[in-house]
């Protein structure tokens, strides 16, 4: 294995930089942006490309040197482009000439955002785990298939990393193991075969890496890299569980347990005062990390990492820039929807060569009894260790009655930091709603008024979405109607006293799936006729492994170390996309990453567990806004039938039709671009329609050989859909056949979307594509 160099090179760099004030955005010494130049010609060879770097920034620079040093990464492996410090003027300058595709500052990105998801998906298809482990066996579970995971890191001693028993490294592996702050070469093995970091364009920003609360090195320090790494690639576990013993029982396993893994640690702690709590990860540093991924050798990207905030063009967005080209080479890239449900317009990672994934529930639950003074019980759910004394009861008290003078009442019911009073608290159950802040920080702030144990109440929005958290004290949390019934009995109860059970793990929860609340949403804020997301999985209450460098709750006064723990986000659902897409790598190396996605998307389901609609969390019927083409099956995904293939060009045409973006200034795009409506993609959207449009898509057969596939309609409200031809004959694997789709509005409307979807099927398989409309 090859060590890297420590970067000597760029280490003066960012001594020079930390002496530039941190406010960064509007100085005169510059910042760091990217300036990005498409697709690499293929005539000339590393060193000519950064040479080529080296003068486009001379051109715009006092100096040979002053080029030299402002230069951060000169990305040449699939995209061609750089990172460098620049000033305003030097960057319009930049983006004037004829090479450059676009310069853009590089953005702090947020990073959003198992044992028995992946039971459950296989649950789900009616067999109780079997159906994956079928994917898994004809995939060998993805034993030769490389993820790269852009994330916080890894810890390398979890068990999940093991490499006992696998096989030599893929000969197409070309990365390194890069060593650095308590990482070594050692710490790479044959399951985890390489590690990198990337933190040039954080340091730019925020000055140099404080190392009391982060390593130089791709090791973890957060949890949050360890834990989406082992949820894609995780060797099983056996007994694995949170803390407490929460749900243990099966080995804890990845999706794709043989699948190598390579961590590629791009986000890093924002300094401030809760440098645990949060990540940031800069677009010139994911941008590097994927270019040298897809280098690698990787055959999967897992990016967990998503933007907040208005959502950058796709030509100004390092994550969607870095996945064109990664896609043009076969990798295929899943990214988190985001975190910013349940509202509208809220998805993040909005390219159609990503796979964009929401994030559902699975069929387990932690439940624990609540009783109250009057004998009413209700259902909390809890995976807090710790435990009230049994058969006594505690006084209740409501947050809201128990706060310090001053706090605001907005927010009062709340328990944020220093809000409660201890005189009020002590030795009480406290009950506090959730909104704003940190759910673990109001656990903490119970038991630092005193307070014998948390209720941590949903407000109505929440619904019955309750996620769990190792809590410092007891306690529990419960679903909006249970928050209702108990703020009833403490407005009605002179003396309010309440006691929790302890909590067990409860399987087959029904319903499950249910659309996670805080799941972004369609429609798609920059091309309105292209649905996003694409798919949903198992993103809610989520067990996997963690860094041991910090806590569960990742509090500063928790001092707890846990080898896994219990996580809710997109950034969860994400890697069991990922494990799915490297399973069906290995059974399809030569599928491209569109195939892929079309796999699974084509065979999601949109029912739940018990055959009927999925919901959300507020008990509606959910819809392709929430989940695409529905909940992942991985199976099924190994056996689509059909697929919806698309190449670069049509990416690039793609660009063209949506707000006249140009990715590659090699080809030129023409004069009338067909509507984005017509990309190949797996769902059909169509915005703003008025009378009639059609689209045309392209099937390929991937079934065994000859094949005749007739399709079946689900119309929109409002909507008349007309496919032609009806039905489709293949004579061969491989073979392509075209269709047109009509679409005929009936009636005005207010810009709501109306879904339906069309289904292929030659009696064994089920193609299945949504069609969402808004009507003029
Ligand atoms: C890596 O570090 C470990 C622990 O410090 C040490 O035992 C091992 O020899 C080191 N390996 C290499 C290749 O330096
Ligand atoms: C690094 O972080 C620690 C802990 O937050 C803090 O006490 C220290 O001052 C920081 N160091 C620098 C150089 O900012
Ligand atoms: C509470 O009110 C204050 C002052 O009006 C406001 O700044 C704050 O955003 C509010 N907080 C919430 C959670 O609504
Ligand atoms: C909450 O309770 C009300 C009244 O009992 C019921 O109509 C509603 O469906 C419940 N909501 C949920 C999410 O369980
Ligand atoms: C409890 O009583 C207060 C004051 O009477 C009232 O504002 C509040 O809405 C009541 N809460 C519930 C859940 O009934
Ligand atoms: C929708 O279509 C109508 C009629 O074709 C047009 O006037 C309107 O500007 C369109 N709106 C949007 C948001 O594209």
Redesign the pocket.
Known sequence: MRKASPLTPTLLLFFLLRLIPSSLSHNKQGQVYIVYLGEHSGAKNTEEILEDHHSLLFSVKNSEEEARQSLLYSYKNSINGFAAVLSDEEAAALSAMGEVVSTFPSKGRWSPHTTRSWEFIGHEEGLKGQEIDSLRSKAKDGKDVIIGMLDSGIWPESKSFSDEGMGPIPKQWKGICQEGDSFNSSNCNKKLIGARYYLKAYEAYYGALNTTYAYRSPRDHDGHGTHTASTAAGRPVPGAAALGGFAGGTPASGGAPLARLAAYKVCWPIPGPNPNIENTCFEADMLAAIDDAVGDGVGVLSISIGSVGAKPRLDKDGIAIGALHAARRGVVVACSAGNNGPAPATASNLAPWVITVGASSIDRAFRSPITLGSGMTITGQTVTPYQLKKKKLYPLIYAGDAVVPGTPTNVSGQCLPNSLSPEKARGKIVVCLRGSGLRVAKALEVKRAGGSAIILGNPLAYANEVPVDALLLPGTAVSANGT?AI??YI?SSRRPTATIGRAHTVLDVRPSPVMAQFSSRGPNVLEPNLLKPDITAPGLNILAAWSEASSPTKLDDDHRRVKFNILSGTSMSCPHVSATAALLKSLYPHWSSAAIRSAMMTTATVNDANGGPIINAAGQVAGPMEYGSGHIRPNHAADSGLIYDASYEDYLLFGCATAGLQFDPSFECPKCPPSPSNLNHPSVTVANLSGTITVRRTVTNVGQSKAQYRVTVLEPVSVSVKIRPKTLGFKAAGQRKSFFITFKAHGKGNGEYVAGSYTWSDGVHFVRSPVVVSLA
């Open positions: 209702i703020l009833n407005n």
